[in-house]
């Protein structure tokens, strides 16, 4: 890749492998909008339009400062093209990639993380994103420009809300889980501990969490620790799995975990691809 800032973006050139409208639109992050001039979405506290023609993105506004991070958060670093070689020779997984090639997982804040997919269970993607919204216009810190917007607030900031407040924004029964488990980060626990963890061992602690269930704990592990191997399997992946691998008939749990171990170390980014196809064909 080749990297430089000018005029206030910064610009990447040489990146393969990466369709930054499907990394955006896949159902990992919620606060990626598409403005019919690029994606403009929060991150770090940083807000940003990026925009991608061919293999060139750039990145407004963008500083020196800014390059390692953005690098880091869209998972530049990775050789994506190597993973989809491997897929495109698997005969149940090849299929997936006319649906998700280009797909990257981003590296996203942890608490975002977790806050963001206690909120998406039993939701859909259009309700997470306004709910989020509205958290992040409650209680984060407001950032005027081109464009405004605001950081997602922080655990404090959160733990000090009402359960009233937060059910306000259309949180729901999941209002009290949204306030214990910015608490627990809030009271001094760090989420970062988990990253250099066996991803059977962090997933146990992250079940700690109220309202943290096996499936929003691997989208944490997977989209804000660096697990690849983490998987996450709701109804819907389920359903992906036992038509793609299973000729539609119900697996056991072994069955299933077994299955998932055998596509190896980058099986998470494996299941986006598989929630692509699924998505667009089931």
Known sequence: MDIYVRDGSIIVSG????????????????????????????????????????????????????????LNYFDLYRNYQAIEDE?????????????????????????ETLISFIISANNNIKRITGIVDRLCILAGEKHEGTT???????????????????TAIGSGYRAPYIKGSARMIADGYELETLRNVPTAAARKELLRFPGVGPKVADCV??????????????????????????????????????????????????????????????
């Not at 919620?30 to 940083?46: H, I, L, Q």
């Not at 299929?95 to 797909?103: E, N, P, R, T, V």
């Not at 990257?104 to 804040?109: A, E, K, L, S």
């Open 15 to 70: 990146v393969s492998c990466f369709d930054l409208a499907r990394s955006c639109d896949c159902g990992q992050a919620f606060r990626w909008k598409n403005t019919g001039n690029g994606w403009f979405g929060v991150a770090g506290g940083r807000g940003a339009t990026v925009r991608q023609t061919g293999e060139t993105l750039i990145i407004t506004p963008g500083k020196d400062k800014d390059v390692g991070f953005w």
């Open 87 to 111: 897929v495109r020779c698997d005969a149940t997984l090849g299929k997936c990639l006319d649906y998700a090639s280009g797909i990257h997982i981003f590296n996203q804040d942890p608490f």
């Open 148 to 166: 405004e917007y605001y950081s997602f607030p922080a655990p404090e900031a959160i733990a000090e809300l009402t359960v009233e407040q937060l």
């Open 221 to 282: 592990l997977l989209f804000s620790l660096g697990h690849a191997d983490a998987f996450p399997l709701d109804v819907w992946m389920k359903r992906a799995m036992r038509l793609m691998y299973f000729q539609g008939a119900e697996p056991g749990k072994k069955a299933m975990e077994d299955q998932i171990a055998a596509l190896g170390p980058n099986s998470g980014i494996l299941q986006q691809y598989i929630f692509q196809y699924a998505r667009e064909n089931m």
